[in-house]
């Protein structure tokens, strides 16, 4: 079978063997064939089989047969994904510690890697850096594809979707820094290697590294690891709710930051240790790939779960940083994330993770793993999806496969029970089989959008900025305020710009754009500045010049957006009201009401993801013309 990504009616869509598939597939470990049979007449086509090399289980393939026996016994068209396990098998990380994560005092730290078909205790968590991981996983992946080779499932393989990482998402299960314990990473030989490998990429010789770090023994050979009290930007919100009842709070200050911003003029290594961290994992991704286009001719398709800008830790979890490597590495054809968790109970909403449109502009798709959990997945699931009963589900079904139609992404229903059956029921199979007649339908339009809302996004400026403040701008704006706004919205990344494919917007929102460029502020202000078009700017757009000096600077967001601005280095809470009659602007502001922080409900029981107080402004950034 030759499956690919192609252009249809206008936006990017999978086709095997010339037949445009529905967008909406199915993740499941069930073996029950009649659960199997129903999904199949219910017109799902697209089946992801969880399976694991040869490597890490012995009898990876034989376990993987008599998976895919019984699938193809019930739906003879199947089409099959497999969502291979790449982990490395406890024998090879105990034999090879230098590639494991490796804290201070060449410390690696016992974890637990759990994945839906494995998990076991490890002595370190392997790097998702490591170019022996990297080496021995595409021998084992190779043969693994050799044995598939054999199966009779061979012919109705259409890709593989690639899994490392805990939960099979590409991230790291424990921090860099375990600030309690004093410990911090990654001293490895694997990560110094690829940290080394991503500064020769950058800066091209020692000199020009050893200027931008004001370090004149750095070196890519054994680039350094920035310490605990370098990376205290990361978790400073904390620090500053702590500090005092008064507004504005006191600066918290250890020279390392600028409020909540890495002082990059002084600790330039420490973001370029994080894109390191994030890129490392992207460079695996990209390598497993190939292997899988090169050993296929390039019939399949591959994934990945990576990119989400919701739900995670932006510096930590290494997971955000290399989006656009990735897609325009030719390798990959899609990515995926989950959606958000809070708000999937009926009347709320499940927001994504990923800038969608982004992808699009590529020629690549993103699918949602929507994990809807339904009244058949048992007590706790009703309790955190909030469907208790049948009608329940099939409104959050609706409302979910709506949301994905409309803003014209892929997804898979993630049945995550060990046997199965969170979409067993004959109501529910009968909406799914709707569900699929009106995608092909609406397939079989002209797909493109008119969406007269763009919401901008960046990469780089993740790991100049503590977690707290990429938490609220990322996900709780997305999650909470953007889907109530009674418009629809695209999601791009700022590189998008400067495309010639990238369509004109009458309203770019810049959410996160803190790190910009010479020649990025210039295809921004290229795309914007025509048309009567409007920019909303959110905090501290275009604060950084990584190639000014100096870096930071109110005098460069002034060049951006055209307002000469001030800051104040102490920490405001951002709540306000109104006291007098607001401008024209704000007409439907009310003047009783509390503005500034996320006041929204949170109806299901997941309290621990139950919006927090809000971050401060730290540093705050105000008009002065």
């Known amino acids: 079978m030759k499956a690919e990504v192609i252009s249809y009616n206008g936006y990017p869509a999978l086709s095997v063997d010339g037949e445009i598939l529905p967008p909406m597939a199915i993740t499941t470990m069930s073996q029950d064939k009649n659960y199997l049979r129903g999904l199949g007449e219910a017109g799902i086509r697209i089946f992801f089989v969880i399976c694991d090399t040869q490597w890490l289980k012995p009898d990876g393939v034989t376990l993987l047969r008599e998976a895919t026996d019984v699938l193809l016994d019930a739906v003879p068209d199947a089409c099959i994904v497999l969502r291979v396990g790449l982990h490395p098998p406890v024998s090879w990380a105990e034999a090879n510690p230098g590639e494991l994560v490796t804290y201070n005092g060449n410390r690696p730290v016992p974890i637990h890697i759990w994945t839906e078909s494995y998990n076991a205790e490890y002595p370190g968590m392997y790097s998702l850096s490591s170019a022996k991981w990297r080496e021995d996983g595409a021998r084992a992946l190779e043969d693994f594809i050799d044995e598939v080779g054999k199966l009779p499932c061979a012919e109705r393989v259409i890709g593989y979707f690639l899994a490392a990482g805990n939960t099979s998402e590409w991230y790291y299960p424990k921090d860099s820094v375990l600030r309690n314990e004093g410990l911090y990473g990654d001293h490895s030989h694997a990560f110094r290697l690829e940290f080394g490998r991503i500064l020769r990429e950058r800066y091209g010789t020692e000199e020009t590294l050893r200027a931008a770090w004001r370090d004149s023994a750095a070196s890519f050979e054994k680039p350094?690891?920035?310490?605990?009290?370098?990376?205290?930007?990361?978790?400073?919100?904390?620090?500053?709710?702590?500090?005092?009842?008064?507004?504005?709070?006191?600066?918290?200050?250890n020279g390392t930051h600028v409020g909540s911003f890495l002082?990059?003029?002084?600790?330039?290594?420490?973001?370029?240790?994080?894109?390191?961290?994030?890129e490392g994992t992207a460079n695996s991704i990209i390598h497993f790939a190939k292997v899988v286009k090169k050993k296929t001719a390039g019939r399949l398709i591959t994934g990945a779960f990576y990119g989400s800008y919701g739900c995670t830790n932006f510096l930590e979890l290494g997971t955000a940083g290399g989006v656009l490597k990735i897609l325009d590495s030719g390798a990959i054809d899609f990515l995926a994330a989950p959606g958000m968790y809070e708000n999937r109970q009926p009347g709320g909403y499940m927001a994504q993770r990923e800038m969608q449109e982004s992808f699009r502009l590529r020629g690549r798709i993103f699918i949602s793993e929507d994990d809807t959990q339904t009244h058949l997945a048992g007590l706790i699931h009703s309790e955190n999806g909030g469907a208790y009963s049948l009608q329940d589900t099939l409104d959050v079904m609706k409302r979910d496969f709506s949301r994905n139609l409309c803003e014209d992404i892929h997804a898979w229903w993630f049945d995550m029970a060990p046997k199965g059956g969170w979409y067993d029921h004959p109501d529910i199979l009968r909406l799914i089989r709707r569900q699929q007649d009106v995608a092909r339908k609406a397939y079989a339009t002209d797909r493109r959008k008119r969406n007269q809302i763009a919401l901008i996004y960046d990469q780089d400026s993740t790991r100049h900025v503590s977690q707290r403040t990429s938490y609220d701008l990322c996900h709780l704006f997305r999650m909470h305020e953007v889907h109530r706004i009674g418009a629809p919205v695209d999601y791009y990344f700022h590189d998008d710009l400067a495309l010639d494919n990238m369509p004109d917007y009458r309203l770019y929102v810049f959410v996160n754009v803190f790190v910009l460029t010479g020649a990025e502020r210039e295809a921004i202000a290229a795309k914007i500045r025509r048309n009567g078009q409007v920019a909303l700017w959110m905090y501290a757009p275009g604060f950084i010049r990584p190639d000014a000096s100096p870096k930071l600077s109110v005098e460069h967001m002034q060049d951006l957006i055209g307002i000469r601005m001030a800051k104040t280095d102490n920490a405001w809470n951002p709540r306000l009201r109104l006291e007098r009659p607001p401008h024209k602007a704000l007409a439907g502001a009310d003047t009783d009401r509390v503005y500034g922080f996320f006041d929204r409900p949170i109806l299901c029981s997941w309290e621990r993801l139950a919006p927090k107080p809000a971050t401060r402004l730290y540093p705050m950034f105000y008009p002065d013309d």
């Not at 009290?229 to 702590?242: A, F, L, M, Q």
């Not at 002082?263 to 994030?278: E, G, I, L, N, S």
């Open 224 to 253: 350094s690891i920035p310490g605990i009290e370098e990376r205290n930007y990361t978790w400073i919100d904390g620090e500053v709710s702590r500090l005092s009842q008064s507004n504005p709070t006191p600066s918290p200050g």
């Open 263 to 278: 002082d990059v003029d002084k600790h330039q290594a420490v973001a370029d240790f994080y894109r390191a961290w994030h």
